[in-house]
T-cell receptor
Framework: SQTIHQWPATLVQPVGSPLSLECTVE??????LYWYRQAAGRGLQLLFY??????ISSEVPQNLSASRPQDRQFILSSKKLLLSDSGFYLC?????????????FGEGSRLTVL | AQTVTQSQPEMSVQEAETVTLSCTYD???????LFWYKQPPSRQMILVIR??????QNATENRFSVNFQKAAKSFSLKISDSQLGDAAMYFC??????????FGTGTRLQVTL
């Protein structure tokens, strides 16, 4: 069966520090991968998605970047965090058999920037 | 661009009663899917129900059903016989030809005794 792992679960970082959130999927190959952010009181905002190694689509201009160095690994990064980067970050992968819209989510990473 | 709107930030229902969560969307695409996702306090998002736009019949999953009104671009979720475990954030979501989901802002559902 397929599983998705996301870490760290919780992170407290000072303004201006770097960030690296990692997501790994097991039990599948060539999945679509996604990073969403959920800010307090707001919905889920799509940040990046990837349909293959090295292929990254950015949805909104921001202080973050994403990379996919391996087929089942998706990394969210920042060189210098801003207060507005605080939020709950969710990684997700798309199911097998072509795009049907169903996403499987990780347990999330809560980032607090102080 | 596609948008999804959930106009009810919070809803409350008594245990065993029925509640309906509203969702509207805007799109120019003719072929798409609509979803309701649930995010319990443990935070892991899970799929509740899915509706294909080409299907006229409303989707049903046990106590969960939808009212899909394509012309009105409306997609509401009905939860029957509400249970304490139904308490969560509920997100309406849309996908069309692009391989991505667009979510609404969510509705927080409280279930009271």
């Amino acid at each position: 069966s397929q599983t998705i792992h996301q870490w760290p679960a919780t992170l407290v970082q000072p303004v201006g520090s770097p960030l690296s959130l990692e997501c790994t999927v097991e039990g599948t190959s060539n999945p679509n991968l996604y990073w969403y952010r959920q800010a307090a009181g707001r919905g889920l905002q799509l940040l990046f998605y990837s349909v293959g190694i090295g292929q990254i689509s950015s949805e909104v201009p921001q202080n973050l970047s994403a990379s996919r160095p391996q087929d089942r690994q998706f990394i969210l990064s920042s060189k210098k965090l801003l207060l507005s980067d605080s939020g709950f970050y969710l990684c997700a992968w798309a199911g097998l058999g072509g795009w049907t819209g169903e996403l499987f989510f990780g347990e999330g990473s809560r980032l607090t920037v102080l | 661009a596609q948008t999804v709107t959930q106009s009810q930030p919070e809803m409350s229902v008594q245990e065993a009663e029925t509640v309906t969560l509203s969702c509207t969307y805007d799109t120019s695409e003719s072929d798409y899917y609509l979803f309701w996702y649930k995010q319990p306090p443990s935070r892991q998002m899970i799929l509740v129900i899915r509706q294909e736009a080409y299907k006229q019949q409303n989707a049903t999953e046990n106590r969960f059903s939808v009212n899909f009104q394509k012309a009105a671009k409306s997609f509401s979720l009905k939860i029957s016989d509400s249970q304490l475990g139904d308490a969560a954030m509920y997100f309406c979501a849309y996908t069309g030809t692009a391989s991505k989901l667009t979510f609404g802002t969510g509705t927080r559902l409280q279930v009271t005794l």
